[in-house]
């Protein structure tokens, strides 16, 4: 025998025996404590530390180096597997294999009735122990299991050994069964023994007080009556019937068994989930493999409870027993796939000492026992399908229910059922169930914020409802409040534990992907596209899209989504995000942490300036155009939006506030075209306080103040437009004070003060073609065109529009603006038709760039004059639209002069009474702050609709307001002659 381990550890090498330093000796140790089993790192680090030092895995590493150096020559082969080292070893090499294997024939030999084979087997397998395993090694505490069940199997040798001489009639018993008795004064079958080596022997009045003493050691250390085999014995010496022969082995599987936990009195819900897993796990007849149910899902969601529910329902189905079996991790990390095989086959009655060494042999042997039989097996909390594979029955009666972080997608031919989140009702109810009360009525929106702090999870709900249910008095509204200030602190009760369950997975993980969880943790971000992990992990894209799939596979990121730029969106669950920001402050320095955020500012920054290069520029001076990149446009801008608005608030943080700005600018440029104008407001106040220089806080707040002018505030608007134009010519910023000047003539417009407005406009369009501003021009030009055809200069507005058409080339989103206002000058001119068509074009052209504000206005337009042409039903269909888009922009007045229109086409139809109604609508939406040319032509149409019902009355009040709005003009004059006749 080269290698011992059955008392202190003994190796021969090619020349004789081996010493080995305290180290090597743990190590080999722990391997051949293992034979043929590949042990991970981890394990490896376990098994020879308690306290592992930070150098344990290098240690590690350097001691199996020496180990194989050692070894050259011998017969054991040390080497090493991706999961970790193993040595291979066979019978006549290792003593504790070849203790194994004669226990296997000695059991075979006496259950053909072969004893004296059986007793000679036991004799060679119990003379191989040489004293505790391993006892010359300085093991971890992770050793202490498999030394004792190795010292549980000499027992149960020995005890098996002593059978067969008793029923070979050895004698000379007494003593040896006295010093196992005197070692295992617990164990019933020693005494039975003992007892019977003394009847056999004539010494019953001895075997007689053998028993008083077991009986009165078993109550006094377990509080417990001597069992039937022992009692029984007892009662046949007392009557001096024949004692009963040595009890045989147990049979190799006692049927039937039920390892189920206990089932959650308060489950609820889950009744889609629990109606797919009960049909495809149902037993059936026609089956020809047995049915394997995957329920995944991420931490805390459940998986377990709903397994373990539909596994009682499904008793009946498998009658034969109910297996349940944690996979999942130990301290030295993933359980083995051969211990656990060895632990089913434990479960199903199998003598330790009968299971085979090599995992396949162990699976063999685990198929050939449930081959028959209608079992059913729960295995819990699966890492991977690696770990799985060899526990799986083979044959059709039995069926697995397996519960994992992840979908097993290497698993072939299994049902997959994914885990959800619970919707608001059934997570409620669990609420209450755990909580019990009637509190939660009396206060939904309390109940509501908690539940939304425990991000709908139902193991934060369990344990927020046993909070609650151990404080009945405590409001639940205060909870919910501490609850979203300290979240993971709060959800900890007993043994249950949010935190501690998110730790477990997080330590599954393998660094790189730990990394790219922790990064996500430290962005914050609601969802994340591939670009934002790879900007980041700073490293390879592929090595950033490995860890995001590992992360997927180990259930902690949800993939199931796509924006609608076509990327794959990732998702950190609410409580999983606060998580790996705690890891990322905890793990990662300073200096680290801000580098993957400046990469991401920086790669957000990248792609909006070309992801704006075709937008309608902000009311800002433009920065330099950006190259195009592919991929990004007005879809990315609408996926990414709440990426890149956070991304400005992380670069003021970080102290990037020329960044921000820049960012801030770009993406106020679709933000306004959505219509999102709260956000611009936001940002821009946010750039405003932090920006390093008065220049860039300027330009800041001309995006600023452009928000009440979208709005159609056009007072508070032009007020802030002429501070600014004084300050740029302060700070002598030329191109600042032109777009504030551009600006200032949009307010006049708006306001109806059309010279001054005009003036403004030609002043901007002069310095924007100084300054070389194209886009510039091509913003401002658009403005003397309308306030012309509010002056009536009809012949003017043509000539300028037709103009800036001829020098707009292909650009579509100029040229669907300027056929617009062309078709406005048509409509006005009396050409109908003409401005149709031009609307039409225009339109075309605006649904092309997906510029959504510019549709919603020409659509307002062509509903306009479809209208005046009679075409009532397109009329009122664009009118819809129309205002639709308006409402989705969050444009009001716009909206309210979409229904103006609607008003009109109403009027032309005859139909005064609904005209009155909408117009009616309009002018309490305008109020007394609306611009005075809206609420003037308002009024003009309601005089119009109550003229149409016979209320001239009401119609000479509404013309005589109207007029007053009016300053001039020729459309003064035209309610001027409604009044007149």
Request: net charge negative.
């Amino acid at each position: 025998m080269d290698f011992a381990i059955l008392g202190s550890l003994r190796v021969r090498g090619a020349e004789g025996p081996l010493r080995l330093n305290a180290k090597q000796r743990a190590v080999l140790s722990a391997l051949l404590l293992h034979p043929n089993v590949a042990l991970s790192t981890e394990r490896l680090v376990a098994a020879v530390w308690d306290a592992p030092p930070s150098s344990a895995v290098a240690n590690l590493q350097t001691y199996v180096s020496q180990l194989r150096r050692a070894l050259r020559g011998s017969s054991l082969d040390l080497r090493r597997e991706s999961s970790g080292y193993i040595c291979e070893v066979t019978p006549d090499q290792l003593d504790l294999l070849a203790f194994e294997d004669a226990v296997r024939r000695a059991r075979r030999a006496r259950q053909a009735g072969e004893r004296e084979t059986a007793a000679r087997a036991y004799a060679a397998a119990v003379s191989l122990w040489r004293g505790s395993p391993a006892e010359d090694a300085r093991l971890g505490m992770a050793m202490a299991p498999r030394i004792a069940e190795l010292e549980e199997q000499l027992v149960e040798a020995r005890s098996d050994w002593m059978d067969v001489r008793l029923e070979l009639g050895e004698e000379d018993l007494v003593a040896e069964l006295r010093t196992l008795v005197a070692a295992h004064p617990l164990r019933e079958r020693l005494w039975a023994q003992l007892m019977l080596a003394l009847q056999k022997s004539g010494r019953r009045s001895e075997a007689l007080d053998a028993f008083r003493q077991a009986r009165a050691v078993l109550r006094a250390e377990l509080g417990i009556e001597p069992g039937r085999e022992l009692a029984g014995l007892h009662a046949a010496l007392l009557a001096g019937d024949p004692v009963p022969a040595p009890a045989r082995s147990a049979p190799a599987f006692r049927a039937p068994l039920c390892q189920l936990p206990a089932g959650t009195r308060d489950f609820v819900g889950r009744q889609a989930e629990l109606d797919v897993l009960l049909a495809a796990a149902r037993a059936r007849p026609d089956r020809m493999s047995p049915p394997i149910v995957v329920v995944s899902g991420l931490p805390g969601v459940g998986k377990t409870t709903l397994t373990v529910h539909a596994a009682h329902l499904l008793r009946a189905d498998y009658p034969d027993g109910q297996v349940f079996l944690r996979l999942g991790r130990d301290a030295a990390g993933p359980r083995s796939p051969g211990d656990l095989v060895g632990e089913l086959l434990r479960s199903l009655g199998v003598d330790g000492t009968l299971i085979p060494g090599p995992l396949e042999e162990r699976a063999r042997l685990l198929r050939q026992r449930l081959a028959d039989l209608a079992v059913l097996m729960v295995l819990d909390d699966a890492q991977d399908a690696t770990q799985v594979r060899h526990l799986l029955p083979g044959t059709a009666r039995c069926c697995v229910l397996l519960t994992s972080r992840s979908r097993m997608p290497a698993l072939e031919g299994v049902t997959r059922l994914p885990l959800e989140l619970p919707g608001e009702d059934d997570a409620r109810l669990l609420l209450e169930r755990v909580a019990g009360g009637v509190r939660f009525g009396a206060a939904p929106e309390a109940t509501g914020a908690l539940l939304r702090a425990c991000g709908m999870l139902p193991l934060a709900i369990r344990v927020a409802g046993a909070r609650l249910a151990i404080r009945p008095s405590w409001p639940v509204r205060e909870f919910a409040s501490r609850l979203e200030d300290r979240r993971l602190d709060e959800l900890i009760v007993g043994g249950l534990d949010v935190r501690g369950t998110f730790s477990e997975s997080y330590a599954a993980l393998p660094e790189p992907a730990r990394r790219a969880f922790r990064l996500l943790g430290l962005a914050d971000l609601e969802s994340i596209a591939e670009w934002s992990a790879a900007a980041l992990h700073g490293g390879p894209a592929l090595e950033a899209d490995a860890a995001l799939e590992t992360l997927v596979i180990s259930g902690l990121l949800d993939a199931g989504e796509v924006d609608g730029a076509g990327q794959p969106r990732y998702r950190l669950h609410d409580l999983l995000r606060v998580y790996a920001g705690e890891r990322a402050q905890a793990e990662d320095a300073p200096e680290e942490q801000r580098a993957a955020l400046a990469r991401h500012v920086t790669e957000c920054l990248r792609r909006i300036r070309a992801a704006t290069r075709e937008l309608p520029i902000p009311t800002a001076p433009p920065y330099p155009e950006a190259e195009a990149t592919g991929g990004v446009g007005v879809a990315w801008l609408a996926a990414e939006r709440r990426t890149l608005i956070h991304s400005v608030q992380v670069a003021l943080d970080l102290g990037m506030a020329e960044e921000a700005a820049e960012l801030a600018h770009h993406l106020s440029a679709y933000l306004n075209l959505e219509g999102f104008l709260d956000d611009v407001e936001r940002l821009q106040r946010l750039v405003i306080a932090a920006a390093p220089g008065e220049r860039i806080a300027l330009r800041a707040e001309l995006l600023l103040a452009g928000v009440p002018l979208s709005r159609g505030a056009y007072g508070n608007a032009s007020a802030h437009f002429g501070r600014l134009l004084r300050d740029f010519q302060r700070i002598g910023d030329a191109h600042g004070a032109a777009y504030a000047l551009i600006n200032l003539a949009a307010c006049h417009h708006g306001a109806g003060l059309w010279e001054q407005g005009l003036d403004a406009a030609n002043r901007a369009i002069a310095m924007m073609e100084e300054l070389g501003d194209s886009g510039g021009v091509d913003y401002a030009a658009i403005w003397p065109i309308w306030i012309h055809m509010e002056l009536g200069r009809y012949g003017e507005a043509m000539r300028l529009c037709q103009e800036r058409l001829a020098k707009a080339g292909d650009d579509p989103r100029v040229r669907g603006d300027l056929l617009r206002a062309l078709g406005t000058v048509r409509y006005m001119r009396g050409d109908v038709a003409e401005a149709v068509r031009c609307y039409r074009e225009s339109l075309v052209l605006s649904e092309a760039i997906g510029d959504r504000v510019a549709v919603s206005k020409v659509l307002r337009r062509l509903g306009e004059a479809v209208g005046a042409l009679g075409g009532f039903e397109e009329a009122v269909d664009a009118l819809g639209r129309a205002r639709s888009l308006f409402r989705e922009c969050g444009d009001e007045l716009g909206e309210a002069l979409a229904t103006y229109a609607l008003g009109e086409v109403r009027l032309r139809q005859g139909r005064a009474g609904e005209a009155l109604g909408l117009l009616g609508t309009v002018r309490e939406r305008l109020g007394t702050d609306g611009p005075p040319v809206w609420r003037a032509r308002v009024l003009r149409e309601l005089g119009r609709a109550h003229a149409e019902l016979g209320e001239r009355e009401r119609a000479a009040a509404a013309w005589r307001e109207s007029i007053e709005l009016f300053e001039s003009g020729p459309e003064r004059a035209r309610v001027e002659a409604y009044l007149a006749g």
